[in-house]
Structure formats: structure tokens, C-alpha cells
């Protein structure tokens, strides 16, 4: 029991990671009706983002999320003004083709910047934690995901309450009744995307602080994202943390009672029986 009560906080906290992985993706998806093939690649610029405020700088990488989040943020805008909005409303294999090929160069861009060498963010704290009855806690990986939690809950509260978030829903759901209204969709657009983007790096500042990164790991990760972005669903913030958890959990149980080989096709699997049952997803809007 003690270590199915261990196994389950594990997934609870690599869920929470995952959530705000796919945060991004779902947002960009959902607005944009662009599938971000190079999201993953976003998330490891910043995870690099973070590993450099820490190694040169001597900056936590906690406290580094605000600063990699504003670099990152400032790099999605260009890349949508400059590249993407050329294929805004564009048909879906025009948008995969794309963003395919900014994944692709972005990958190699980084292995020439930063070699293929595994890196990791050690704060003096990284081996520390704490003893929660029979449950051992990480220290850093409960730190990510409280601050995974936190962003989640921040965009939630931003695209309800605020006059951005709430231009971004209309335009998510009419683009024409939001142009009625003032909404100038290609300031917009950018600004979405950068917001996406921004919340993959701070998601990749939050990653390498649990996990070893280099510059090959967006392709796994933009699988992961889509995965749960999927289950989730694309309209709801709550629902992209929700499937981040779920999802967490599953690979967890899967890599306990099954071996760790198969954690990733326990997550496909339930992204296709998801599909099938439910295609709006966990939380998404039924027509």
C-alpha cells in the first residue's frame, strides 16, 4: 500500500509537468488552429533558457521562470509575425509541414549552440525532500508542480477576466464576431502564439529541473503535449491539468504493475480510446 500511495503522488507530480507542457499547445491549437509540431522544441530552448540563468548567472531556476518566460514570449511573437501567420487559417498539412520544418531546424540549431551533451539544473536543493507519512516528496519536483499549478490556474483566470483572455475566447470561437467587436486578429494571433510559447519555456525552465535535457528531447515532449492536449481539451485550461494528471497517473501505475517499456503506449493508448469515446475531450465542450 505504501507503494502504490508513493507510485500514485509520483504521477500526481509528473502530471502536474505535463499539464503545463501542454498547456501551450492546447492554447495555440485552439486559437490559432495551428497543431504546433515544433512546440517541443520550444520547451527545450527554454529549459536551456533556464540552465543558463542558473550556470552563468547563479540565478534559481524558480526564479528564472519570469525572465525565460518574457525571452520565450518575445521569440513566439516574431516567429508568428515573421513565419507563421503566413499560413494563418492555412490548410492543416500547410501548418504540420511548417511547423515540422521550424522543429527540425530549431533542433539543430540548438545542437550546434549547445552540443549534444546531456544537461541538468542542480540548485543546492535537488536532492533534498521530505517525508509526507509513507510518501517520500522531492523537493524539486514538488516545487515544479506547484508552479505548474500556478500558471495553470494564472491562464484560467487570465482568459476569463481579462480583456486579452476574453478577445482570445471570442476569437477562438468566431473569428468573424470578434473582428465586429475591434479585435485585430493579427496582433492577436501573434500574441497568442507568444503566449503559447511563453508557457513552454517556462514549462522547459520546470523540466530541467527534474530531468536531464539536450537538444532531441522536443520531439518526445510535443507528443506528450498533443497527447494531452487531446484528452484534456483545447477549450479549457482546467481540462489540459486534468489530463496532465490523469495521464501522469496512468504512466505511473503502468510503469509499477507493467514495466517502464510500457508507459508510452499506455498513454496512446488512452489518447485513442479517448478519441473514441469522448473526442472533445475529458473537459472539452460537447456541440
Not at 525572465?67 to 492555412?90: D, E, S
Not at 525532500?129 to 516528496?137: A, I, K, N, T, Y
Not at 494571433?189 to 530541467?208: E, K, P, S
Not at 507528443?223 to 481540462?239: E, T, W, Y
Amino acid at each position: 500500500m505504501d507503494l502504490l500511495a508513493q507510485v500514485l503522488v509520483n504521477g500526481i507530480l509528473l502530471g502536474g509537468l505535463y499539464a503545463i507542457m501542454a498547456l501551450g499547445l492546447a492554447l495555440v491549437w485552439g486559437v490559432l488552429n495551428i497543431v504546433n509540431l515544433a512546440h517541443g522544441a520550444f520547451i527545450m530552448l527554454g529549459a536551456y533558457c533556464s540552465w543558463h540563468l542558473f550556470r552563468y548567472l547563479n540565478i534559481d531556476p524558480f526564479l528564472g521562470l519570469p525572465i525565460t518566460a518574457v525571452v520565450m514570449f518575445v521569440l513566439g511573437y516574431i516567429v508568428q509575425r515573421g513565419l507563421l501567420n503566413l499560413i494563418v487559417r492555412a490548410p492543416m498539412f500547410n501548418t504540420l509541414l511548417l511547423t515540422f520544418g521550424l522543429e527540425v531546424v530549431l533542433t539543430y540549431l540548438a545542437q550546434l549552440a549547445f552540443s549534444a551533451d546531456f544537461r541538468t539544473i542542480n540548485p543546492s536543493y535537488a536532492g533534498n525532500q521530505f517525508q509526507w507519512g509513507p510518501v517520500v516528496l522531492p523537493v524539486a519536483r514538488l516545487g515544479a508542480f506547484i508552479a505548474a499549478l500556478v500558471l495553470t490556474f494564472g491562464m484560467w483566470l487570465f482568459l476569463l477576466h481579462t480583456r486579452l483572455g476574453r478577445a482570445i475566447r471570442a476569437t477562438a470561437q468566431n473569428l468573424v464576431a470578434a473582428r465586429l467587436y475591434g479585435v485585430e486578429p493579427k496582433h492577436l494571433y501573434a500574441t497568442t502564439f507568444a503566449i503559447g510559447i511563453a508557457l513552454a519555456g517556462a514549462a522547459g525552465g520546470l523540466y530541467g529541473t527534474v530531468s536531464q535535457i539536450n537538444p532531441y528531447i522536443g520531439a518526445t515532449l510535443t507528443a506528450k503535449s498533443f497527447a494531452i492536449a487531446i484528452i484534456g481539451g483545447l477549450d479549457n485550461p482546467l481540462g489540459v491539468l486534468v489530463g496532465g494528471l490523469f495521464l501522469g497517473i496512468i504512466e505511473s501505475l503502468t510503469t509499477l504493475y507493467v514495466g517502464p517499456t510500457f508507459a508510452d503506449v499506455a498513454s496512446f493508448g488512452i489518447l485513442v480510446l479517448v478519441l473514441i469515446v469522448r473526442p472533445t475531450g475529458l473537459l472539452g465542450k460537447t456541440a
